[in-house]
């Protein structure tokens, strides 16, 4: 049983800022990679931003400098601050778990949070 849970999402101005959390539960026993995609309004569902569980961190281009990703393995918690947010971040933000072990599974696996809408707008 290995489930992810986002929240933080709401309606911010432009300009603004929101942080986004993602909680992993579950008997957990490590997660290699954690990151945030995005589904905006016609537009296919993109990266954001990934993080290991060693904390290297890569980011979309579009949010480098604005948005920033940090993990506390200890929770099993992924983090997305996003500053300076602009009507095109407006979108469902999805959090990601690669690469999970957990007590009563083989292997590796991967696992989706059902997403929180974010909504930039004046």
């Known amino acids: 049983q290995v489930q992810l849970v986002e929240s933080g999402g709401g309606l911010v101005q432009p300009g603004g800022s929101l942080r986004l959390s993602c909680v992993g539960s579950?008997?957990?026993?490590?997660?290699?990679?954690m990151g945030w995609y995005r589904r905006a309004p016609g537009k296919e569902r993109e990266l954001v931003a990934i993080i290991s569980k060693g904390g290297t961190t890569n980011y979309a281009g579009s949010v480098k400098g604005r948005f920033t990703i940090s993990r506390d393995n200890a929770k099993n918690t992924v983090y997305l601050q996003m500053n300076s947010l602009k009507p095109e971040d407006t979108a469902v933000y999805y959090c990601?778990?690669?690469?999970?072990?957990?007590?009563?599974?083989?292997?590796?696996?991967?696992?989706w949070g059902q997403g929180t809408q974010v909504t930039v707008s004046s």
């Open positions: 990601n778990a690669d690469g999970v072990s957990a007590i009563g599974i083989g292997g590796r696996k991967n696992y």
């Open positions: 579950g008997s957990i026993l490590s997660i290699n990679f």
